[in-house]
């Protein structure tokens, strides 16, 4: 009888136990998920980077717009992103799409190209029509070149490439770093190539771009 009783209170205590782990891990998830589409939030709209321009010369007035696609997948936040210099906003100099999506350890933004030429894609930010027919299958990932986020004790997000990963061959680059600071208001990048010896052949010198949100 003893054993009998025994194994009946066991039982019923690890159920109990493994509804509430399920329940934490659960909860754990939806917290995850909360602050994914808090981050994707934060970077969907348009912005630039004029007031920085107006105080420091080295700086250009940049565009920089990002927008839903794919917004039927449930495998994260698919945007497309269009950056431009502020005078030649008709024709912008990076179309990609980003990947933004849950990690172990955060968040991760994949990088990925546009098929064919970029520039029928203009625009996509405003009118959404520009992209039919374009198809997760018709992208091509940069491999090396996602950006590994984390949420900061401020609210905001903050990462980087992963060191010497991401190829690059513009102006003699034989890789590209980002450095990221999102918040609500306010998205900081850091672009820089660099040689095979390791110096800096483009990109911002003395800190990253500030792009402020446009209301």
């Known amino acids: 009888m003893e054993h009998g ?49 107006a105080l420091d010369p080295d700086y250009r007035e940049i565009t920089l717009h990002m927008a839903p696609v794919f917004t039927e997948r449930t495998d994260g936040h698919w945007l497309y992103v269009e950056q431009a210099v502020a005078s030649a906003a008709d024709k912008p100099y990076r179309q990609r799409v980003y990947r933004v999506h849950e990690a172990a350890d955060g968040f991760v933004s994949d990088v990925y190209m546009l098929p064919g030429d970029p520039l029928r ?4 930010w405003r009118d959404a029509s520009l992209f039919q027919g374009v198809t997760v299958e018709s992208l091509a990932q940069k491999d090396g070149c996602s950006i590994h986020l984390k ?65």
């Open 121 to 124: 894609f203009t625009g996509t």
């Open 5 to 53: 009783t025994i194994m009946t209170t066991r039982i019923p205590l690890a159920c109990a136990l493994m509804v509430i782990a399920a329940a934490c891990r659960t909860a754990t998830h939806a917290e995850d998920h909360a602050e994914l589409d808090r981050l994707a939030s934060c970077m969907i709209g348009s912005f630039d980077s004029r007031a920085q321009a």
């Open 151 to 215: 949420a900061q004790p401020d609210g905001s997000f903050a990462g980087s490439t992963d060191g010497a990963m991401c190829p690059s061959e513009l102006r003699g680059a034989t890789y590209a770093t980002s450095k990221v600071t999102i918040t609500a208001s306010l998205l900081e990048s850091w672009d820089q190539g660099f040689d095979a010896s390791g110096k800096q052949v483009w990109g911002a010198e003395k800190g990253p771009y500030q792009f402020v949100k446009q209301k």
